[in-house]
Structure formats: C-alpha cells, structure tokens
C-alpha cells in the first residue's frame, strides 16, 4: 500500500545527540537553574546578531513584556501594534497596564502600516512594536528614523526573525531592544524561551533587575539587594544546552528555510486566487514560515488536510478578538486579509520532493 503523505506545518528540529551531551554536562554540573549555559547560549546570541547586550528570559511574550517595563511603559501610556499578529504582542502592553493602539497593516507584506501609524500618535505614544511577521522586516528602517523624530521608543517583536537581515542589519537590533522566541516552531527552540537584545547599557540593567526579583547582582541566596520589584523569568542551563546545540548549525537552517521558500515561490501559480506574500531574500530576509494571501482559504486548507498536507491557518487580526474588539472600518487592509491567510508547511526537516508536491496539490486545487 502507498505510504500516506504526512507533512506538518513545523515541528522542531533537535540534534539529539549534541542536545543530550550538553544536557548531560548540566545534570552532572548538578546545576539546572540558570547559570554558565545561559550565560553561553546569550553570548553566542551576542555574537550572532553583533548586539553589546542580550538576556534570557522565559518566552518571547515575557520578553516584550520586560522590555516594555525596562523602557519604563506606565498604565498612563499608549503603545502602537499592528493589528495583524500573534495575541502575545498585544497581550504584553496590556500586561504592563498602557493601552494597546491597533494600527492596520501593509497590503503587500503584512508590516505596520506607516501612514496609519502616524494617525494615530498622540501626547501619550510611549512606543511601537513592530512584529516581523514569518521573518519579514521590510519597513524597520523607515519606522525607525520616524520614532526617532518623535522621541518614540521602539521594540522589535522579532520572535519570528532570527537571523533576519533588512541590508547588513539584523531584525531586532534597530530597535531600543528586539525581542525574539525560542518557541517549537522557531528557527531554534529551548521547549519554551525568549531573549531581549538591546544596545542601552541601562536598558539591559533594568532587565536583569525585572527578570529575577529585583535582585542587584548575583543570588547569595540569602541578604540580597533588591532595588525594584521584579519577576522570575529565568531561563535555565537545561533550555541554555538545547538551545547552544542548535546554535551549532544554524547555518545549516537558514539555508534550508531559503531553499524551501524558493521552491515554493518557483512553483506556486501566483494569480488573483493564490499569491505568496514573498519575502526579501537578496535584502537577507530569513523565511521562517511561508505564508500566503488565499481566496478559498478555509477550503484549500481542509482539502490539503485530507491529502496528508498540514498548513496553519493565520490569527485573526486582533481588532476580532475579544479583548481588542474594534469593527473593521479602520482597517482596510486587515478586513482584505481576513480569513484569507495561511502559512504553508515550512518545517526545516520537509524534504524537497515534498514542498513539490503541495506546490502540485494548490495549482490543482485552483485549477478545479
Ligand atoms: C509574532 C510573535 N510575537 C510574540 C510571540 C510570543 O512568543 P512566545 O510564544 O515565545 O511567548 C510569538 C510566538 O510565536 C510570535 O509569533
């Protein structure tokens, strides 16, 4: 009987081996909680993205959140998001008590729309946080020189952009700080994990302070200083070992999303029915998901689902969700992409032959 066809959406990639090996290290160092490893996975992070300071924490989501407070965000204040992206980047301005201030996206690349953004500075715009959806950064440049004119503080929410490059520059390290997920379906993961870069040495001092409790150098364990109050985001030698061990080829990863998204982008009819949303690849652009503008969405998804071929449904624009419920009026180009998004299977392990053959499967489905 022929084999059925299985090919996920994203599922990690470990290196069991090399993971094993440093996990072995931390458990015979008999020291799980964070330490030397985390201290390594940062610095080769450091190294990586060429950034002075770079910290750990426990999730991309809290890595907003304690960047957010490291720049001193107060319920008082506003903070700009697109409205296209993952709960997480608003959920974290939320967490810190300021407004969440939902500016539609681009048409052609899903980025925050500039000149919606504009509309909507006011008096208590404390900052912006573009999302680089899938890895995409196209417009950081341009953001950047226009929050820099308004005194406006930007992070990055750069959880999808990983060694994302927009010209010589790495996604995150335009910012007063870039945030970035270790989450399973990221370019590397540690089960869950984020990190904060940041090239304000007062920044990253007040993160190290926010990330454990307050506390002013390190845990004697017993009369230590704590200077502000704080949270436990620590992020362990256990996750620090699986992270270094795919650290370790990361090359090697980079090269397959380029490859894979290129196949499908050779492949794929693109027409007033399907098109891709595309990526920057010469401009260094990293496609950790590839993603797609789709009519028929919900059909082309459960048709590929009953041919072995999963893909991942895009979130809903925020404005749709309960707690940031706003009607579509004021955003035109959100309500365009509704429903009509999908990021296709980009898992670093999906082999070639496979890519070909959902690229086969969506030219039918449309040709029908
Ligand atoms: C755009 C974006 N922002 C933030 C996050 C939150 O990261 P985490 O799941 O690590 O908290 C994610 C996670 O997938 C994301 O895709």
Redesign the pocket.
Known sequence: MKKKLKIPFARPVININKSINLIKDVLNKNFPNEGEFTRNFEKKISTLLKTKYVITS???????FLALKAINVLPEDEVLVPNI??P??AN?VKLTGAKVVLVDVNKNDLLINIDDLKKKITRKTKAIIP???SGRGGNILELIQFAKSKKIKVIE?A??ALTSKSGSRFLGTFGDAG?F???P??IITTG???IIVTKDKKIFDSLKRLKDQGRVGMTTGGEDKYSTIGFNFKFTNLQGALGLSQLSNLKKRIKILRENYLIYEKNLNQNDNFRLIGFRIKKGEVPLWTDAYCKKRNALFKYLKTQGVTCRYFWHPLNYCKPYKQSFSKFKNSKFFFKKLIWLPSSLDTSKKDILKVCKLINNFYKT
């Open positions: 426990t999730s991309g989501t809290s890595a907003i992206t993952f997480a980047t974290a999302v680089h959806i929410d959880a999808e945030c997920s270790f989450a379906n990221k869950q994990g984020g």
